[in-house]
C-alpha cells in the first residue's frame, strides 16, 4: 500500500493555515489533570493486521485503514503532491531559496497560536507527525511567500498615496434621542469643536494636547489622536475626503460624519517619511500586497506547469486574477491559495 503519512503531514499544516488567517482555528487543548490513556504507536511501518480500533469489538486493522484511505484521498494527494512539486520548482527557478530560519518562523508562529494547555509536543502528537516532516510540509508556503515578495517593488509613487493625521472627536451618539435632541447634540458638538480649534490656531493648546483632553475616540485619544499613516478607503468618506484635500501641516474645519464631528490635522504626507518612518511605511505596504501576490504566483505557478498524469485527471487551474488598484483595500480576499490541501473530514 502506498505511504499514508502525507495525510497527517497535510492535516498540521492545514490547521497551522487556519490559525493564521481565521481566529480561533486551532484544535482546543484537553484537560491537562485528565489521566493520558496509553496507547501503542501506530506508524505506516506497522504491520497491516494492526488493529487500529474496534467497534463493539469488531477489529478495523490498518490495512482496511490504509486500503479505505488510498480509495478516498490517492488522487487528490497526488494533484496535491503535485502543485507542490511545481511550486518548488517555480520558485527555485525565480531564486528562491528556503533557509532554517524560514521554518523556524513559520513553527514560531503556530506555537504562539496553540490555545492555553496545549504544547507543541502534544500537537505533533495529536496529528501523528514529527517536527521535521511538519517543517518539510511548511516549505510549500515558504516558497510561495518568498517568490511573491520578490515581485513587490513598493515606489515613492506608492507612498504618495499614504498621509498621516491625527484627529479630534466630538460625539454626536445620542441612542434614542429624538430629532431636536439629535439636532441640538450636534450644535453642541459642533460649537465645542470650533472652540477647540480657535485655541489651537491661537497657541493656547496643541492638536496633540486638544485631543488627549477633549476627544472622544477611545483608540487614538491617549495617543493625542494619531492615526498613523493611512490610504484612501480606509476612513469613513466625509473624513477621507476632507483628509487628502489637506497639506502636511494644515488642520481641517469641522468634519461631519455619522461618529460625530471632527476636526483633521494632516502632519506629514507618505512621500516624505524618512527614515525608520519611511522604512516602517514601505514594509507595511509589501505586507499589504503580500497576500494577492501570493495567489497570483501561485496560480501562476499551476497554470505554467507541463504535467502528465497516469492517476486521475489534472484540474485546470483558474485563471489568475488582474492585478489590483493600489489603492484598494486588501482585506476580505478569499482566493488565497492554502499551500497544503484540506483535511479529511472527521465524524
Do not use: C
Not at 497554470?303 to 493600489?326: F, H, N, S, W, Y
Request: aromatic residues 6%.
Amino acid at each position: 500500500m502506498p505511504d499514508m503519512r502525507a495525510r497527517s503531514i497535510y492535516t498540521a499544516a492545514a490547521v497551522l493555515l487556519a490559525a493564521l488567517l481565521l481566529p480561533g482555528a486551532m484544535p482546543a487543548a484537553g484537560d491537562e489533570n485528565a489521566p493520558a490513556a496509553q496507547k501503542p504507536k501506530i506508524t505506516v511501518d506497522s504491520p497491516d493486521s494492526t488493529v487500529v480500533a474496534t467497534v463493539n469489538g469488531e477489529p478495523i486493522t490498518k490495512g482496511e485503514l490504509m486500503e479505505a484511505m488510498w480509495g478516498r484521498y490517492a488522487i487528490p494527494t497526488l494533484t496535491d503532491l503535485i502543485d507542490k512539486v511545481a511550486i518548488r520548482q517555480a520558485a527555485q527557478k525565480a531564486g528562491v531559496t528556503i533557509e532554517p530560519a524560514d521554518l523556524d518562523a513559520k513553527v514560531n508562529e503556530l506555537k504562539d497560536r496553540l490555545p492555553p494547555g496545549m504544547t507543541f509536543e502534544q500537537f505533533l502528537e495529536q496529528y501523528n507527525i514529527t517536527e521535521e516532516q511538519l517543517r518539510k510540509e511548511l516549505e510549500t508556503s515558504v516558497y510561495i511567500e518568498k517568490a511573491a515578495a520578490k515581485n513587490i517593488n513598493v515606489t515613492d509613487q506608492d507612498l504618495a498615496g499614504y498621509i498621516k493625521a491625527r484627529h479630534i472627536l466630538i460625539s454626536t451618539q445620542q441612542p434614542g434621542a429624538t430629532a431636536e435632541e439629535r439636532e441640538k447634540k450636534e450644535q453642541e458638538a459642533k460649537a465645542k469643536l470650533e472652540q477647540i480649534a480657535a485655541d489651537i490656531k491661537a497657541g493656547k493648546t496643541t492638536f496633540e494636547q486638544a485631543a488627549k483632553e477633549f476627544s472622544d475616540d477611545p483608540g487614538s485619544k491617549d495617543q493625542g489622536g494619531d492615526l498613523g499613516f493611512f490610504k484612501r478607503g480606509v476612513m469613513t468618506q466625509p473624513f477621507e475626503e476632507a483628509a487628502f484635500k489637506l497639506k502636511a501641516g494644515e488642520m481641517s474645519e469641522p468634519v461631519k460624519t455619522t461618529y460625530g464631528f471632527h476636526l483633521i490635522l494632516v502632519e506629514k504626507l507618505g512621500k516624505d517619511a524618512e527614515g525608520q518612518e519611511r522604512a516602517d511605511l514601505i514594509e507595511r505596504i509589501r505586507q499589504e500586497r503580500l497576500r494577492p501576490e501570493m495567489t497570483t504566483w501561485y496560480l501562476k505557478a499551476k497554470q505554467e506547469a507541463q504535467v502528465e498524469r497516469a492517476l486521475g485527471e489534472q484540474p485546470k487551474p483558474p485563471t489568475p486574477p488582474p492585478a489590483m488598484e493600489e489603492s484598494q483595500p486588501e482585506t476580505g480576499r478569499q482566493d488565497t491559495p492554502p499551500p497544503p490541501p484540506p483535511a479529511p473530514e472527521s465524524n
